[in-house]
């Protein structure tokens, strides 16, 4: 892009991105400044930052249109760290200051081509204004920002549900039954015929109960987590712009002069 591109042009190239010389993206073209006694372009306004809301200016001299993107012969920190301009106008101090932070000589007179020319006879000092959206109708838009807060959903904490095993001793009663044997004797005065005297036996079994143990898994409790949603009301803070429109020269409909 060169010098002898028309406001006009540029201002079809409005949203453009804007790209520093390593390729990172720094903004978008949103405003022209220009020279008011020749009407070349000289600056351009890139919007940078959250919403684009900080405004930054680079020389029109050097820059590139490659495709629907501007390239600029500056690092994406150098522009960024360029002098703030709040107003619609650069002044002459303000001009010097960016031709300083830019490395460029303000003394140095601009040829067609966009390129120093050298020596300081004929350098034009008026003020650079910029050109905002000028229809046909010479209007002039009045911008405000507004601020513009969104959500998001960001991790808090975690809650965690564990269960482990413990043991511990438990005991109980139980009555346990055993069999015993005990002698009862029967006086028996009789007389047994066909009887034989001689040894003989019996054999009792006895019987005993022991605790026979066994365990089996009962289900005491059921345990969930489950989650509840509150809201509560946060005051964001922050600082918006506004433009003021001041009109000088003109008369109000009461014919008073402005």
Known sequence: MHQSMTVDELNEMRGTPVLASDGDKIGSLEEIFYDEQTGKPEWIGVGTGFFGTKRVLVPVDGTN?????????????????SPDIDGDEVSQDTEAELYAHYGLGYSEQRSDSGLPAGGGAGVDTSPRRVDRDLGDDDTLTRSEEELRVGKRDVESGRV?????????????????????????????????????????EIEVPLHVEEAVVEKQVVAKERISLDKDVETETQKVTDEVRKERVEIEGAEDPQGRRR
């Open 65 to 81: 249109l490659d495709g629907e993107r501007i390239t600029v012969p500056y690092s994406k920190e150098q522009v960024q760290d």
């Open 160 to 200: 965690r549900l564990r269960k482990w095993v413990e043991t511990e001793p438990v005991q109980t009663d139980v009555e346990l039954q055993r069999e015993t044997v005990h002698v009862e004797r029967e006086a028996v005065n009789q007389v047994v015929s066909n009887a034989e005297i001689g040894e003989a």
